[in-house]
T-cell receptor, first 112, second 120 residues
């Protein structure tokens, strides 16, 4: 079974631009969550989607948004990029309530 | 809010030896899960082991085992017969269970991580 797939692996943007990251979960997994990883703040939860509905959201500004499609694939969008948005963005999927999250390789976003 | 603390920023071990990574957490809930994830330089977060709070028995996965002390809110990871491939950043993580109520049961709360170096 293929793992969680995130695209692209690397992205370079400039301040003020917007960006969309993509995540394809493991087949059969309906829950997708997103995390931001930085050296200073560590791993922080962004949001979780289940059956196209946002179930939970972390403490991030409204510039961070996401959505999930009927095939469980998810996208995350960040608008008006700031230097502090430079991070590794990780996506994880899980099969059910008691199951662990499985992570993708992440997208490394650099803001110039 | 739940918090997870890893008090060891770095640890090192000789190949074939045993090392224990510490993790403590704070929660008022009784239904939750605990995880250890490993993140090598390749950056993919890999699940090492998980523990369900209602299970008394400590989880074991091959060379990896945990010491789960629920009353003390402690969840340490023991790596036996350490191998060079075990070198990575290790994260302890907490996730509330569905029976804890609310909708945040999918959220993982991570500790700060412990960098493990394995010496040949």
């Amino acid at each position: 079974k293929a793992g969680v797939t995130q695209t692209p692996r690397y992205l370079i943007k400039t301040r003020g631009q917007q960006v969309t990251l993509s995540c394809s979960p493991i087949s059969g997994h309906r829950s997708v969550s997103w995390y931001q990883q930085t050296p200073g703040q560590g791993l922080q939860f962004l949001f979780e989607y289940f059956s196209e509905t946002q179930r939970n959201k972390g403490n991030f500004p409204g510039r961070f948004s996401g959505r999930q499609f009927s095939n469980s694939r998810s996208e995350m969008n960040v608008s008006t990029l700031e230097l502090g948005d430079s991070a590794l963005y990780l996506c994880a999927s899980r099969q059910g309530q008691g199951q662990p999250q499985h992570f993708g390789d992440g997208t490394r976003l650099s803001i110039l | 809010a739940q918090t997870v603390t890893q008090s060891q920023p770095e640890m090192s071990v000789q190949e074939a030896e045993t090392v224990t990574l510490s993790c403590t957490y704070d929660t008022s809930e009784s239904d939750y899960y605990l995880f250890w994830y490993k993140q090598p330089p390749s950056r993919q977060m890999i699940l090492v082991i998980r523990q369900e709070a209602y299970k008394q028995q400590n989880a074991t996965e091959n060379r990896f085992s945990v010491n789960f002390q629920k009353a003390a809110k402690s969840f340490s990871l023991k790596i036996s017969d350490s191998q060079l491939g075990d070198a990575a950043m290790y994260f302890c993580a907490y996730r509330r269970g569905r029976n804890a109520g609310g909708t945040s049961y999918g959220k993982l709360t991570f500790g700060q991580g412990t960098i493990l170096t394995v010496h040949p």
